[in-house]
T-cell receptor, first 113, second 113 residues
Framework: SAVISQKPSRDICQRGTSLTIQCQVDSQVTMMFWYRQQPGQSLTLIAT?????????ESGFVIDKFPISRPNLTFSTLTVSNMSPEDSSIYLC??????????FGQGTRLTVV | KQEVTQIPAALSVPEGENLVLNCSFTDSAIYNLQWFRQDPGKGLTSLLLIQSSQREQTSGRLNASLDKSSGRSTLYIAASQPGDSATYLC????????????FGKGTKLTVNP
């Protein structure tokens, strides 16, 4: 199974600031996925990050708010920009191993005050 | 649009009881279905993956079944233990080449000693 290290594990941020979340995988993967889990809700895909190309965003998510980097096949970052309390969520990165089974990082619990 | 529903939303049982968690999905055209466990404020741990051609998968005390035609999956937990207390999430991956997972809201399980 893929091992995914995500950091920070949690943070409390002031509104209007930005936070960058890092995700490191122990093997090379073509695609990495970023999900958001708002309080009491299920996971929603934010975007898919491919190495060497721009990320593909889901409806309702835009690059200016959630810029993503994918510099190589084992690493990605998600930035939550100009944060507001509504951005308080758990953010998770994920990969597909063998193009079938999904694995997730331990999540970043973000609180915006 | 694929929708995933999990019933019940919460379940409390005494230790040692066998239990069943339910997951239903609206579109039977799925590539696979995956069950996850999520501890409070944490990431997701993959429990079982069922391919669309399979009927069930087993791992230890866990057994997951899939009835694609009726759009249902169940997760059976035998001889429950307090350490099983967590939220259990069901996710389907649609057919057609999409790598996106569609999640239910989960069932929060509490096993009382």
């Amino acid at each position: 199974s893929a091992v995914i290290s995500q950091k920070p594990s949690r943070d409390i941020c002031q509104r209007g600031t930005s936070l960058t979340i890092q995700c490191q995988v122990d093997s090379q993967v073509t695609m990495m996925f970023w999900y958001r889990q708002q309080p009491g809700q299920s996971l929603t895909l934010i975007a898919t990050a491919n190495q060497g190309s721009e990320a593909t965003y889901e409806s309702g998510f835009v690059i200016d708010k959630f810029p993503i980097s994918r510099p190589n096949l084992t690493f990605s970052t998600l930035t939550v920009s100009n944060m507001s309390p509504e951005d308080s969520s758990i953010y998770l990165c994920s990969v597909l191993q063998g193009n079938t089974e999904a694995f997730f990082g331990q999540g970043t619990r973000l609180t915006v005050v | 649009k694929q929708e995933v529903t999990q019933i019940p939303a919460a379940l409390s049982v005494p230790e040692g009881e066998n239990l069943v968690l339910n997951c239903s999905f609206t579109d039977s055209a799925i590539y696979n279905l995956q069950w996850f466990r999520q501890d409070p404020g944490k990431g997701l741990t993959s429990l079982l993956l069922i391919q669309s051609s399979q009927r069930e998968q087993t791992s230890g005390r866990l057994n997951a079944s899939l009835d694609k035609s009726s759009g249902r999956s169940t997760l059976y937990i035998a001889a429950s233990q307090p350490g099983d207390s967590a939220t259990y999430l069901c996710a389907v991956r649609p057919q057609g080449g999409s790598e996106k997972l569609v999640f239910g809201k989960g069932t929060k399980l509490t096993v009382n000693p």
